[in-house]
């Protein structure tokens, strides 16, 4: 799924496709189209921030038992887990503002929560597979009422968008009968 396309579905929401068709049409990220664009950056952080993380794994060398956050190649939102990489061993570690003091030298695999890139019109927005293009748009157009003051509006889209993110991001599994005793 590509920005675009969620922007077309939300602008249908909330009534402003004809517009939007137009700016597209003329490349002009102007007007409604920088706003639907903003509110889907807003929706995407909020979905990467407190539902689906975005998890990114590094290998490391400390040196002095020290890891900082600007060796990372993302920024980091926080540490989920640090571990040996020849062992694959956890390793305990104390997270400061700055750096996380770890109890070991060497390469070490880190994993852990990273903000999501913002996106343009051309974007594709691959980091939710599970999520589709609906639930994104309801969302995006939940934050532009909230943003053009038509709150009754929003609480609406806001209790789809957060109905389809549970509905979606549930774990899916096959439902197994148990076999008939009398067969």
Same mark, same amino acid.
């Given at each position: 799924?590509?920005?675009?396309?969620?922007?077309?579905?939300?602008?249908?929401?909330?009534?402003?496709?004809?517009?939007?068709?137009?700016?597209?049409?003329?490349?002009?990220?102007?007007?409604?189209?920088?706003?639907?664009?903003?509110?889907?950056?807003?929706?995407?952080?909020?979905?990467?921030?407190?539902?689906?993380?975005?998890?990114?794994?590094?290998?490391?060398?400390?040196?002095?038992?020290?890891? *900082?956050?600007?060796?990372?190649?993302?920024?980091?939102?926080?540490?989920?887990?640090?571990?040996?990489?020849?062992?694959?061993?956890?390793?305990?570690?104390?997270? *400061?503002?700055?750096?996380?003091?770890?109890?070991?030298?060497? *390469?070490?695999?880190?994993?852990?929560?990273?903000?999501?890139?913002?996106?343009?019109?051309?974007?594709?927005?691959?980091?939710?597979?599970?999520?589709?293009?609906?639930?994104?748009?309801?969302?995006?157009?939940?934050?532009?009422? *909230?943003?053009?003051?038509?709150?009754?509006?929003?609480?609406?889209?806001?209790?789809?968008?957060?109905?389809?993110?549970?509905?979606?991001?549930?774990?899916?599994?096959?439902?197994?009968?148990?076999?008939?005793?009398?067969?």
């Amino acid at each position: 799924m590509n920005a675009e396309e969620i922007i077309k579905i939300s602008s249908l929401f909330v009534n402003v496709q004809d517009e939007v068709e137009e700016l597209i049409s003329e490349n002009s990220i102007t007007g409604e189209l920088a706003m639907l664009l903003k509110c889907l950056n807003l929706t995407l952080t909020e979905i990467a921030d407190d539902y689906l993380p975005i998890l990114n794994k590094e290998t490391i060398c400390i040196d002095s038992n020290k890891l *900082y956050f600007d060796d990372l190649i993302k920024p980091c939102k926080e540490i989920i887990s640090i571990k040996l990489s020849n062992s694959n061993k956890n390793i305990r570690f104390t997270q *400061y503002e700055n750096y996380v003091f770890v109890n070991a030298k060497g *390469y070490v695999d880190v994993v852990y929560k990273t903000s999501i890139d913002e996106v343009n019109i051309n974007s594709e927005i691959n980091q939710f597979p599970c999520l589709s293009s609906k639930c994104i748009a309801l969302g995006t157009a939940s934050e532009y009422c *909230y943003i053009n003051g038509f709150y009754e509006e929003a609480q609406m889209w806001d209790k789809r968008f957060k109905d389809s993110l549970q509905i979606e991001c549930r774990k899916k599994k096959e439902i197994v009968m148990p076999k008939r005793w009398w067969s």
